[in-house]
């Protein structure tokens, strides 16, 4: 994720009080050092977990609670897209079509708009099996949005990648098949024209509605910058009845003209969760997924952890 600016958050509406949000559920094995986590479940039930930096580091697990142990890295040699950060590869996402595995990844540096969006692909997930086939979004500087931050979703054979990070936020554009570079222009679904901090969209399809989850805030180096109360990274919600846009706020509020509402923020010793992916898990149900500082422990980037809930979407919003 990129940030560039540490200012407070807008005013938004709360689903609830910060005191009700639930703590992380159990992690076991490597659960440091876990930034942007992408989760997925392999069909004879082990779990992979992909997240930024390492060339995009794989842990592996027989359970979302653990242990997790380290396989190595998805992408060794790096990214074969020629910007700067092809080695220090972002917010990856991995989803599977048909029988491949597809991992979407970001190539950036912090403050740049030089950005690129990757696809590889895999047929089991084991290492040394990801075939990177190079960029299909791309910005540069002055571009309308910046290409970071990837997730695609699968709508009825439709597939959409929605992405996003500062310069006009959160932006979509749909792909001819999920390896297919992007052939149209990605059109704005989410922004904030007070903050412009909005990034690392999910999309997640639940019932009558689609729900753009994604985090809003600053999200690094809080170790040496600490933002104002409130200005850290949290995750927000918008939803509508198209995955192509229309979201709106648990109060009506039109979320590409600031609305937003909030599922998860500070609380108790957990600090600025952001970074997430939701996931229908066949064992747990729907789960949020993110990256968090535990005050406990410390501040620093390195220290981040990997944090999961159950969400409970009964009430037609996503509650942790």
């Not at 931050?149 to 554009?173: K, M, R």
């Amino acid at each position: 994720m990129i940030t560039v600016r540490s200012v407070a958050a807008a005013a938004i509406p709360l689903l609830g009080s910060a005191l009700g949000y639930a703590k992380p559920n159990a992690c076991s094995g490597v659960c440091v050092n876990t930034h942007d986590p992408s989760i997925i479940r392999r069909d004879d039930g082990t779990y992979f977990r992909f997240s930024t930096g390492g060339r995009i580091a794989v842990h592996s697990a027989p359970d979302i609670t653990g242990p997790w142990s380290y396989e190595g890295a998805a992408l060794p040699a790096g990214s074969v897209i020629d910007n700067p950060g092809n080695q220090d590869l972002w917010a990856p996402e991995v989803v599977k079509v048909g029988n491949t595995y597809y991992m979407y990844y970001s190539v950036s540096t912090f403050g740049s708009q030089v950005s690129a969006i990757g696809v590889a692909t895999s047929p089991s997930l084991d290492m040394n099996t990801w075939t990177d086939l190079g960029a299909i979004v791309q910005s540069s500087t002055g571009s309308p949005f910046n290409a970071i931050d990837p997730s695609l979703l699968n709508a009825d054979g439709q597939f959409l990648l929605t992405f996003g990070s500062f310069w006009e936020d959160i932006h979509q554009v749909p792909l001819a098949d999920p390896a297919a570079p992007a052939t149209e222009t990605p059109h704005q679904i989410a922004f904030d024209p007070v903050t412009t901090e909005e990034e690392g969209p999910a999309l997640f399809h639940y019932g009558d509605f689609y729900y753009l989850f994604y985090s809003k805030g600053k999200c690094c180096g809080y170790d040496t910058d600490r933002p104002t109360t409130g200005g850290e990274y949290k995750i927000m919600v918008c939803r509508s009845s198209s995955p192509t846009g229309g979201f709106v706020d648990a109060n009506g509020m039109d979320c590409s003209n600031g609305g937003g509402t909030v599922v998860l923020e500070s609380h108790d010793n957990i600090y600025g969760p952001g970074g997430q992916g939701v996931y229908d898990d066949p064992a747990h149900g729907p789960i949020l997924y993110y990256h968090y500082v535990d005050t406990n422990i410390g501040f620093a980037d390195g220290d981040k952890q990997f944090g999961w809930n159950n969400i409970d979407f009964s009430s037609g919003w996503p509650v942790v």
